[in-house]
């Protein structure tokens, strides 16, 4: 097997596609503004582009799992009619007082989808506009860059401000990680 590869990690409402609250059928997908132009540009520097996204919606009993793969399905044809592919999407159904693992910060799913993909973690980048979505990165050891949205937090920001690269767009994340990854390695620590 090759050597394990980054990824950018990518939040999916609001931070590829508007947060209507949520969004549970197709009809309600609505790309944002230059987030399909941003995927491409990581598509054609063959990054791999991995979504991790919350859904309590389904353990709410608010839609099902097959209304999460149907707006699935409706975001790979909306970003494809553009040029761009997400490489693989991991989603929680669980509702915060679940007490899994897997909805973020967990980081359950992150781990999986290295272990399926063959992703390096540590170099890996976190970006999306909650809080919760960059914390991944302070766990795992890879880059957090928050994109806040107007439906954001203000404690979100001031937090990620702190600890995380803050962006004002998706594109502007995009390139950050970019710069990042094409940055050479440092080298291993030696502790003796
Ligand atoms: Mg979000
Ligand atoms: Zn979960």
Same mark, same amino acid.
């Given at each position: 097997? !090759?050597?394990?590869?980054?990824a950018?990690?990518?939040?999916r409402d609001? #931070?590829?596609?508007v947060? !209507?609250?949520?969004?549970?059928r197709? =009809?309600?997908?609505?790309?944002?503004?230059?987030?399909?132009?941003?995927?491409?540009?990581?598509?054609?520097?063959?990054?791999?582009?991995?979504?991790? #996204?919350?859904?309590?919606?389904?353990?709410?009993?608010?839609?099902?799992?097959?209304?999460?793969?149907?707006? #699935?399905? @409706?975001?790979?044809e909306?970003?494809?009619?553009?040029?761009?592919?997400?490489? $693989?999407?991991?989603? *929680?159904?669980?509702?915060? =007082? &679940?007490?899994c693992? *897997? @909805?973020?910060?967990?980081? %359950?799913?992150? @781990?999986? $989808?290295?272990?399926?993909?063959? %992703? /390096?973690?540590?170099? !890996?980048?976190?970006?999306?506009?909650?809080?919760? /979505?960059? =914390?991944?990165?302070?766990?795992?050891?890879?880059?957090?860059? %928050?994109?806040?949205?107007?439906?954001?937090?203000?404690? &979100?920001?001031?937090?990620? !401000?702190?600890?995380?690269?803050?962006? #004002?767009?998706? &594109? $502007?994340?995009?390139?950050?990680? %970019? =710069?990042?990854?094409? $940055?050479?390695?440092?080298?291993?620590?030696? /502790? &003796?």
């Amino acid at each position: 097997m !090759s050597a394990p590869r980054p990824a950018i990690f990518l939040d999916r409402d609001g #931070t590829i596609n508007v947060d !209507s609250g949520y969004v549970s059928r197709p =009809e309600e997908v609505v790309l944002l503004e230059g987030a399909a132009a941003a995927i491409a540009r990581l598509n054609a520097a063959q990054v791999a582009v991995v979504v991790v #996204t919350n859904q309590s919606g389904i353990g709410r009993g608010r839609y099902t799992e097959a209304d999460y793969q149907a707006v #699935t399905r @409706r975001l790979a044809e909306l970003l494809a009619a553009k040029g761009a592919k997400v490489d $693989a999407s991991y989603h *929680c159904p669980h509702g915060p =007082e &679940d007490g899994c693992e *897997c @909805r973020k910060p967990g980081t %359950l799913l992150h @781990r999986r $989808a290295a272990a399926e993909l063959g %992703l /390096d973690l540590a170099r !890996s980048w976190f970006i999306g506009d909650r809080l919760r /979505d960059v =914390e991944p990165a302070a766990a795992l050891g890879g880059h957090g860059i %928050l994109v806040p949205r107007s439906t954001t937090p203000g404690a &979100d920001v001031v937090a990620a !401000s702190d600890r995380f690269v803050v962006a #004002t767009t998706l &594109d $502007a994340a995009v390139t950050r990680a %970019l =710069e990042g990854l094409r $940055a050479p390695l440092t080298p291993p620590r030696t /502790d &003796d």
